[in-house]
């Protein structure tokens, strides 16, 4: 396939499970279950997206929360937690040494990215922390043509386990996790928990890679859509993600789980086109799709679209990971439509000028030319 899997498959990925119709509807996670025992939690990270969204998950449970982080991103989030500054680095400045010392039930490590960094904070904190909870990522995985993966799967090597560097076409990204994975195992015996969530999505995700979808819509006009409705299709909502992992937080569970989010069965599909009729919806039906089929974008070849990836070839298992593990787990997912809607709402409170980047920024998918261009193909075919 001439279509470049990178362009598709960058930062991240998905496949195939069982979910009824009721699950698409389910509750979040924690706010059905009892609340907990106060847990004193330390979140490595905390003010990017995921943690965020960790801080809102944790915090009506009545959790403690320490954030840890160079005081970079966002510094003014949270000013009622406690934080502690530092870099994930060792080497650099005074590293991690604010950590020493101190006790926590439960930390959430959501930004390692290189396994020295996780090892030394692991080891550092697996004396006094009961529970490491380490955030990976579907990309551990070395293959994404199969569907239905569980967490047995082959994951990604490097060619030198000690290099630090994502790689040109960030192809590291992916087996760094994995040996993040380890370094968290190792220090944390029986103590770790992993999470490979494939895309997260949803209200302040820096990305825009789902917000397209609803933000286009919101456009109106002729709205270029690729592939076809019945396309598989997995994204998590970052609160369905966080409530999860306070779930697993309390409830002290360990192993590996792919984070993913609902998933085709028989009765209840969410596929591709569940998501553009969502992400129409939300707007009040405002733009017309037009769907761009392969031989037509591999005719055309536009600079790529986030999420969809080609139900095909390489990408074949992309959007079909096994979340059945995490779902045992107590996993569960709000609605499309929820996600759409909420996502939608935030991006239009964000500043104009960072609404604009989303179409007209560097890192837009496609220009207005491109996507007329497309539409005029898909009349004419
Ligand atoms: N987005 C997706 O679709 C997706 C999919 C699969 C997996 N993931 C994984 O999900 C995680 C999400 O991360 P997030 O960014 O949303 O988490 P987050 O906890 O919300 O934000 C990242 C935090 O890390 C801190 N940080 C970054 N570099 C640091 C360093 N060298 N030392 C100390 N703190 C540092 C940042 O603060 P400062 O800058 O102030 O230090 C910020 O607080 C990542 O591990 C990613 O690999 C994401």
Known sequence: MNFDRRRFLTYSSAAAALLGANSLACQSTSSSSTPPKKLKILILGGTGFVGPALVEAATPRGHEITLFNRGKTNPGLFPELEKLQGDRDPLKGEGIKS?????????????????????ASAELL??????????????????????????????????????????????????????????????????????????????????????????????????????????????????DLAEWMVHVAEQKTTGRFNACGPLPSPSKQLDWGEVIRASLACTGNKATPRWVPLEVLEAHQPAGFHIWAPFAGESKGFHRVSNVAAMKAGLKFRTIDQTTSDTLAWFKSLPPERQKRLFDGAARMLTAEKEAELCAAVKKA
């Open 99 to 119: 950590l020493a010392g101190r006790q926590w039930d439960v930390v959430f490590d959501d930004c390692g990215y290189y396994p020295r960094h996780v090892k």
């Open 126 to 239: 697996a004396p006094n922390v009961g529970h490491y909870v380490y955030v990976s990522s579907i990309s551990c995985y070395a293959r994404n043509d199969i569907e239905g993966m569980d967490e047995t799967a082959e994951c990604g090597t490097m060619p030198d386990p000690t290099l630090e560097t994502m790689g040109k076409q960030y192809e590291y990204y992916g087996p760094l996790k994995a040996l993040c994975e380890q370094a968290a195992e190792a220090a944390f015996p029986g103590r770790a928990c992993i999470v490979r969530p494939g895309y997260i999505v949803g209200p302040g995700d820096p990305t825009d890679r789902f917000t397209y979808w609803p933000a286009r819509a919101d456009k109106g006009g002729e709205m270029a859509v690729p592939g076809a409705p019945s396309d598989p299709i997995q994204v998590i909502d970052v609160r």
